[in-house]
């Protein structure tokens, strides 16, 4: 089980893997997108700016940088889909990642893009991304005619789900899941918008929304009624908050917030999945910092053989304050202890 990082500039590379970094994801924009699709088309899953390297000489200085160490770089080209024209740029850029810049994996979406990548044979490795939304074991079936030698599972299954589809394809592909960092209120790979501010995604403002209710046929709410309804949104709106970051807040210590899977890592690790992704190539280098350092100190102490409820009791110490972790909210998955 792996330790899967962020990472977003060559300058990152030497802390990261120092602090336990055991596999690196990044993504590269070229000038030449830009100039022709503007910053509102997303290459991949993130904004060209801030979260992926910008120039094929940055990425190519990352992964050398990286394979001296021993590290592997998986590159994502994972938006939901790409046009006609969109696709043959792509394609020559994937090969251009193979064969030159030496990229070890490329994350996939497009089921369109799969299937050509698996027709030409690159060397690098095919991961299947969570926004595939891969929820079962026989979606794993039906994208394993592609090649892909992992899958990355949507935030949204749960450990027992984790568990049927890892016993399922234990030999036939690795699964990775998340572990750090971001949320959905949604399910990603349903998603048709970007959390560009040009587009205007609503999902990051749900909670300040104004909302009235009201029934069908024109009748009032009773006091009881509107009362429950009140109640209903004050905790949607709580784990609103929790799913994006808690308002991307830190603790005392400098540590991030949000959604959050340390607790499970036992569980990830019984069962045999093979990488623990951290959330965040957007963000600044200290949050994927103290990221590393957090999931690789639960990696440690699992692998070090400790009873179950040991090592959650340090995860929820490395959480700081005890009541976000009470809450249930900041979660990514429930864990039975």
């Not at 957090?294 to 005890?322: N, W």
Request: aromatic share 8%; hydrophobic share 40%; glycine share 8%.
């Amino acid at each position: 089980m792996k330790v899967l990082a962020p990472i977003s500039s060559y300058d990152e590379l030497e802390m990261l893997a120092a602090s336990g970094a055991e596999e690196f994801y990044c993504g590269v924009v070229p000038r030449e997108w830009l100039d022709r699709y503007t910053g509102a088309v997303w290459l991949n899953r993130r904004s060209p700016k801030g979260g992926s390297l910008e120039t094929f000489s940055e990425l190519k200085r990352l992964v050398e940088g990286s394979h001296r160490l021993g590290i592997p770089v998986f590159l994502t080209l994972n938006a939901p889909y790409y046009t006609a024209e969109q696709m043959s740029w792509v394609m020559e850029l994937a090969r251009a990642l193979d064969g030159e810049a030496g990229i070890d994996a490329l994350i996939v979406t497009d089921i369109n893009l799969l299937m050509q990548l698996s027709k030409a044979k690159l060397n690098a490795a095919l991961h299947v991304s969570s926004v595939a939304a891969t929820l079962n074991t026989e979606a794993i079936r039906f994208l394993l005619q592609f090649g892909p030698s992992r899958i990355i599972l949507p935030r949204s299954l749960t450990i027992p789900e984790i568990e049927r589809i890892v016993n399922a394809t234990r030999d036939e592909v690795e699964i990775e899941v998340f572990m750090l960092n971001d949320g959905c209120a949604f399910e990603e790979g349903f998603c048709a918008t970007t959390h560009h501010h040009t587009v205007g995604a609503f999902c990051t403002s749900l909670s300040e929304m104004d909302t009235e209710f009201e029934r069908s046929g024109g009748r009032e709410l009773t006091r009881r009624q509107n009362s429950r309804l009140r109640r209903n949104l004050t905790d949607y709106r709580e784990w609103i908050w929790y799913v994006n970051g808690n308002g991307c807040g830190a603790t005392a210590n400098g540590l991030p917030y949000g959604p959050c899977g340390l607790c499970a890592i036992h569980d990830f690790q019984r069962i045999g999945v093979a990488s623990l992704k951290i959330v965040g190539r957007e963000a600044s280098p200290f949050k994927k910092l103290a990221s590393v350092r957090m999931v690789r100190a639960i990696v440690d102490q699992v692998r070090s053989g400790p009873d179950k409820l040991v090592v959650i009791e340090r995860a929820k110490s490395l959480r700081g304050d005890r009541k976000h972790c009470d809450s249930g909210y900041m979660c990514y998955y429930k864990v039975e202890a």
